[in-house]
């Protein structure tokens, strides 16, 4: 009764890990934290809006309205359904980008709404034949922009990252490798796209 006990509870934490690491949640206090500390409170409202509008509200409101109509689960387990919601999250981010771009939004800010575009974009085409963990990659890639900003403190904000593989091997939505291969794609992209984007800003 014990280990039953024991394995409903780390299914349960499992499941709040994976519901509170989606993507585009995540987006939400990556480009506050960002936005605050480069522009300041006041300042950073506006900005910080537009990219919760279009990195976060946008993919998650389409996302929900797709898995009705496709009467899938929360988490898209079926790979072929997941393509339109991807598509969409692309043209959200793609959208966004542009209109920080016009407003001359940070850099930073900036060029992490087109980190968003470009890596969701290459996890659509990987996805039409192999089931790459959207959820490492979307807390990896955050990560590198904090420690592109903060340095080694930001790696704090990355003590998550073995929870979310953690979580979605344990739920059974991924294998090792699909998660260990979603870390690593998103820190590899992320990390060059910003070395070279940012200062073409």
């Known amino acids: 009764m014990d280990n039953l ?20 949640l995540v987006s939400i206090p990556t480009f506050a934290i960002i936005n605050y500390f480069l522009l300041g409170f006041m300042h950073s409202l506006a900005i ?11 993919p998650i409101l389409t996302s929900l309205i797709l ?14 359904k997941r393509t ?15 209109i920080l771009f016009v407003l001359s939004a940070p850099s930073l800010t900036t060029a992490l709404m087109f980190i968003y575009f470009s890596n969701t974009l290459i996890i659509l085409f990987i996805n039409l034949s192999w089931k790459i963990s959207i959820h490492a990659m979307g807390v990896a890639g ?3 922009a904090l420690v ?28 090792i490798s699909q998660v260990l291969a979603g870390g690593m794609v998103g820190i590899i992209l992320t990390a060059v796209q910003l070395y070279y984007i940012v200062p073409a800003i």
């Open 48 to 58: 910080t809006g537009i990219c919760w509008i279009f990195g976060a509200f946008l």
């Open 142 to 144: 955050p990560t590198v």
């Open 148 to 175: 592109y900003l903060f340095g080694f403190p930001g790696l704090i904000f990355g003590l998550i990252i073995p929870l979310v593989m953690w979580s979605r091997v344990k739920l059974k939505k991924h294998t």
């Open 84 to 98: 339109l919601p991807l598509f969409y999250a692309v043209c959200s981010y793609l959208i966004g980008f542009f």
């Open 5 to 24: 006990q024991k394995l409903k509870s780390e299914k349960k934490f499992a499941n709040f890990i994976s519901s509170v690491t989606h993507p585009p």
């Open 67 to 80: 898995i009705e109509k496709m009467h899938t689960d929360i988490d898209i387990t079926d790979r072929t």
